[in-house]
């Protein structure tokens, strides 16, 4: 069975810094997807960042970049330029294609962006 | 692109009532959609898998005479909690999974539903 991991339940992070929230992983399937997804005080779940376990290169979108370390098996994002309105949950999640996609999601990492 | 809506957003309603909560994909077909729970300051949990035009699977622990189950078209699933209770109260989120091949599909979530069972 799959298992998501986030070490830090919460953290701070000053404004117009970079912050790394960690994520670790454990699949025996070779192949795999790995989620980034922001969960601000509304609710909603905002989808940042996606990883394929084939991908060469580590995803970037805008601020967000992801450090996929494929032996380590750990997926971690960057914020860089952190915003006030940065400051959310975030989870890391994971799925399996012979699993029909389902996502499994790591225990979630709130952020505080201070001023 | 890449909406899902989700209707209720907000609804309280006494025990023994039945509440039926609406996802859709507003701008995209999606033959799957899931269906999560999540309590306060927990992580999500899946309920359940909707598939279009099948019957839904349940997660285990899930009880699916409890939480039924609709995906009758391409961009609808409804998940109806019958004769709710107060622990049933919860924040439910859905998500649907876009219809792009291989292991990029993404699942795009929905705003979510806070039932309050009183």
């Known amino acids: 069975a799959q298992k998501i991991t986030q070490t830090q339940p919460g953290m701070f992070v000053q404004e117009k810094e970079a912050v790394t929230l960690d994520c670790t992983y454990d699949t025996s399937d070779p192949s795999y997807g790995l989620f980034w997804y922001k969960q601000p005080s509304s609710g909603e779940m905002i989808f940042l960042i996606y990883?394929?376990?084939?991908?060469?290169q580590n995803a970037t979108e805008g601020r967000y970049s992801l450090n996929f370390q494929k032996a380590r098996k750990s997926a971690n994002l960057v914020i860089s330029a952190s915003q006030l309105g940065d400051s959310a949950m975030y989870f890391c999640?994971?799925?399996?294609?012979?699993?029909?996609?389902?996502?499994?999601f790591g225990g979630g990492t709130r952020v505080l962006v201070k001023p | 692109g890449a909406v899902v809506s989700q209707h209720p957003s907000r609804v309280i309603c006494k025990s023994g009532t039945s509440v039926k909560i609406e996802c859709r994909s507003l701008?995209?077909?999606?033959?799957?959609m899931f269906w999560y729970r999540q309590f306060p300051k927990q992580s999500l949990m899946l309920m359940a898998t909707?598939?279009?035009?099948?019957?839904?699977?349940?997660e285990q622990g899930v009880e699916k005479d409890k939480f039924l189950i609709n995906h009758a078209s391409l961009t609808l699933s409804t998940l109806t909690v019958t004769s709710a209770h107060p622990e049933d109260s919860s924040f439910y989120i859905c998500s649907a999974l876009g219809l792009a091949g291989g292991l990029t599909d993404t699942q795009y979530f929905g705003p979510g539903t806070r039932l309050t069972v009183l």
């Open positions: 990883q394929g376990s084939y991908d060469q």
């Open positions: 999640a994971m799925s399996l294609k012979a699993a029909g996609n389902k996502l499994t």
């Open positions: 701008d995209f077909q999606a033959t799957t």
């Open positions: 909707s598939n279009e035009g099948s019957k839904a699977t349940y």
